[in-house]
């Protein structure tokens, strides 16, 4: 499958690529990005630099870094994955480098890639998997129609005490009915 380029207000989301490395580096190795998401992998560099290579291969996901406009600097990625066809469905996933964060480059990225699925790939369903401590992102995605499924009990670390997942999706037509028009 081809990486598609997606272009918005402030953002081009384009395939990530191997100089994309060093920035992610810094994001994979960033502790507060490491608590808000959950990870428990810890990277090494050599794993990054193959990543960025290799995900452009993967017809499993698409991988998308997040740019500004005006900039090819990578801002953060979103990805779309575990794509079923069959059920037409697909998981989301946003991560923001931090100096990044709050300036509204989330919403619109996760917008165009709602697009993408709901509008280029047909799909039925988009899942996001949030932490219960992270209530910036949880926001977003309600303000997107996102609605909360259900609740995955001390399934992530917050340091030394546990924290929830929460499991929330959005249907095509609930995205449709967001849109103008």
Not at 66 to 76: I, M, R
Not at 85 to 106: C, D, K
Not at 113 to 120: C, E, N, R, S, T
Request: net charge negative; with cysteine; aromatic share 6%.
């Amino acid at each position: 499958m081809d990486k598609p380029t997606l272009r918005g207000e402030m953002l081009v989301l384009r395939p990530i690529r191997a100089a994309d490395a060093d920035a992610m580096w810094d994001l994979v190795t960033d502790p507060e990005t490491r608590r808000l998401t959950g990870s428990s992998h810890v990277w090494t560099r050599p794993e990054v630099d193959a990543f960025c290579v290799a995900s452009a291969a993967d017809p499993t996901r698409i991988d998308l870094a997040v740019t500004s406009g005006d900039a090819d600097e990578y801002l953060g990625e979103i990805v779309l994955e575990a794509i079923d066809e069959t059920l037409a469905s697909a998981r989301l996933r946003l991560v923001m480098r931090p100096g990044y964060r709050g300036r509204g480059y989330g919403t619109e990225a996760i917008s165009l890639v709602l697009g993408l699925a709901f509008d280029g790939l047909a799909l039925h369903r988009v899942e996001i998997d949030v932490l219960s401590i992270n209530t910036r992102a949880q926001a977003i995605y309600e303000n997107l129609g996102f609605r909360v499924e259900g609740r995955r009990r001390d399934a992530y670390r917050d340091g030394e005490r546990w924290c929830d997942g929460i499991v929330m999706s959005l249907l095509d037509d609930e995205y449709r009915a967001t849109q103008p028009g």
